[in-house]
């Protein structure tokens, strides 16, 4: 099965220092959580549907090579006529077919592949292996496979509620009253809900867990079905019922990822001056919208401009301003968390962010690697049960583990503006879901002016 991002290891990248404020312009790609669900949705629709402005980058391109491989149509077509042309790559059209076994189907370290797909699987007809990477395989997915068990998939896997496992689908899942535990991911009831409309009976899904994060990505795929025609009932916190039905073909333009903003909005605060971020939508769904409000508590004044979103960090640390702590419950948006503990890392004052304790099933522990960085950093993270404590102590560069995880590289990047020679040791991982972040993020410190 699929090796990890990187069989060698790469060079280092020194995370560019910042020389003054800057005056930051950002126009970022769009966004893979509503991508990889559009993917779905247009894979199980009643006709073609073209999904433009869509996300290139591993996480998509990990989906797309999944559909195809059960037998969707899906090719790169141009804009539309008179549409400017996508900087990031081609729009994309996907034509539903019949869909067949697809054998082995690698979800690299993709939630979003690992938890959407297997339900879509089952109503093809044929054998599939879900598996990814290394480190993948021990990403949660207990619900998942016994969700898939208790909707009558015979599912062949080692109990270790984890990939791989197999299971040969029938072309149809009865569906119904279903309940799952989604504590330890979103994901688990978002991959449910999308395919549900294809199921005889549709999914009346409960969650039975004692907690329930992301909740803005579960509105996210509550709303993409409405979109498409699905009627979504949702009589109680933790309780959606999905009635059985068509799946609209519909063309739908990607908001670009405003969760992939963090960084850079944030960089503002640490370095000073301006950072424009482009295009952002006036109503969403993606929680990196939170950062409107968010990052205001670390003393950012935000505007809009048009389209677009100005994040003004003022003088920043570099300016010799000083960061506050903060205390937040991060529940609604623990992929926001990265950046946000890299701020607190660099505050004079101590912060607390809780939450997030389920981030330990990420692309890695970040509980332990966000502690682990910042604290061989000469920094001082304590792990909590749901999350972090951050007291204030001066850094030093040194190295900065991204272990495989994007954005665990990017905090190293907003916490190497203002701490010399902070050594991320595989930036190239950040292609999960930016593959353009080194060019991006050294046009914005290049924005930076000395003394100004
Ligand atoms: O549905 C999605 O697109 C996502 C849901 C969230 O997962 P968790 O609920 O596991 O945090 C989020 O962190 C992830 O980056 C993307
Ligand atoms: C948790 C994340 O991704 P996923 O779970 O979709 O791999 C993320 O992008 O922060």
Known sequence: MAESTHSHRPDPWIAPLARGPLRGDVALPGSKSLTNRELVLAALADGPSTIRLPLHSRDSALMVAA???LGVGIDEVDPAPGAAPNPYG???RVTPAPMHGGGAVD????GTVMRFLPPLAALATGPVTIDGDPYARKRPMGAVIQALVDLGVDVTDDGDGAMPFSFTGTGAVRGGALSIDASASSQFVSGLLLSAP????????????DRLPSLPHIDMTV???RARGVRVDQPAVGEWVVHPGPIAARDVTIEPDLSNAAPFAAAALVAGGTVRIRTWPTATTQVGADLETLLPLWGATVTRDGEDLVFD???????????????????????LAPALVALAALADEPSEITGIGHLRGHETDRLAALAADVNRSGGSVQELDDGLRITPAPLHGGGWAAYDDHRMATAGALVGLVVDGVAVDDIGCTAKTLPQFPGLWADLVATG???A
């Not at 920043?316 to 948006?333: C, H, I, N």
Request: charged residues 20%; aromatic residues 2%.
């Open 198 to 209: 294809r199921f005889d009976e549709g999914l009346h899904l409960v969650h039975v867990g």
């Open 449 to 451: 002016t000395k003394g």
């Open 67 to 69: 559909l195809r491989q």
């Open 313 to 335: 960090g003022g003088v920043g640390v570099v300016g010799g301003a000083s960061l506050p702590g903060v205390t937040l419950d991060l529940s609604r948006g623990g992929e």
């Open 90 to 92: 081609p729009d994309l």
């Open 223 to 225: 709303a993409a079905l």
């Open 107 to 110: 979800c690299g370290l993709a």
